[in-house]
């Protein structure tokens, strides 16, 4: 995926380089070579897992970790960061999707932190399911990257994960992921970076009012599910997204 990111990135590409134009990207390289040497594809070569301890303060333990984190504390000061992303492999879920935070405490931005992976997944319909994304912020997760980061500031802080296996989706479904697919998602990435920045805001409006649906539903089916009686005077803007994420 970051491959098939950087190959467009630095293409000629009319869309390349409207990118190149708008945005300053901070391409972070893999953080554990000294682990991935022996075999590892988790942790470092001390056995450590790197995505647990973004909030760890020795610098010595974990210098790739500080220094990234240090990096992205430097900009968010400088200036606006639209997005953080890492780029993850997952062992036991099929496609890709994102983890990503629920923005609820800030009624503002309601949905907000899904259009992105939710405009992915239409770019990308055989290979990205939105429907196993997740924005809880659980307590085990805290050291990740995307909790914080988003911590930090960055309302749209991803994991995006994608499967050893392959896809469950459309006329890909039942085949294994290539090369070239995980290719493409960082070629897809790229795109809807344009689709989410676009100053004609219509797909995102578009978006937020899909989400909004969706999110309604799933409220209602979880209530069904704990046997309580969804009627009129339950506001579902009331209930926490987060809540009916397991």
């Not at 493409?184 to 989410?196: E, N, P, V």
């Amino acid at each position: 995926m970051m491959k098939g990111f950087l190959d467009f990135i630095l293409s000629d590409s009319p869309d390349a380089q409207l990118l190149r134009d708008m945005f300053i990207f901070k391409v972070v390289p893999m953080l554990n070579p000294d682990g991935v040497i022996v075999g590892n594809y988790r942790c470092s070569l001390s056995g450590r897992d790197l995505n647990r301890n973004y909030r760890s303060m020795l610098k010595d333990s974990y210098p790739c970790i500080w220094h990234t984190r240090a990096m992205i504390k430097r900009l968010v000061i400088e200036r606006e960061v639209l997005l953080y992303c890492d780029f993850h492999g997952h062992s036991r879920k099929n496609n890709v999707f994102m983890y990503g935070c629920n923005n609820k405490g800030h009624p503002e931005s309601r949905l907000q932190e899904r259009v992105f992976p939710l405009m992915l997944s239409k770019n990308a319909p055989d290979k990205f399911f939105f429907k196993g994304c997740k924005f809880k912020v659980q307590k085990s997760k805290e050291g990740t990257g995307r909790i914080v980061m988003w911590r930090h500031g960055i309302s749209n802080s991803y994991t995006m994960e994608s499967t050893f296996g392959g896809s469950t989706l459309g006329d890909r479904k039942g085949t294994h992921f290539t090369t070239n697919d995980l290719k493409s998602m960082g070629h897809h990435f790229c795109d809807t970076l344009l689709d989410y920045c676009d100053p004609d805001s219509t797909k995102v409006k578009v978006c937020l009012s899909e989400l909004q649906t969706i999110v309604q539903e799933e409220i209602k089916e979880k209530l069904k599910q704990l046997g309580r009686d969804v009627d009129s005077d339950v506001n579902l803007s009331d209930i926490s997204l987060s809540d009916i994420e397991s």
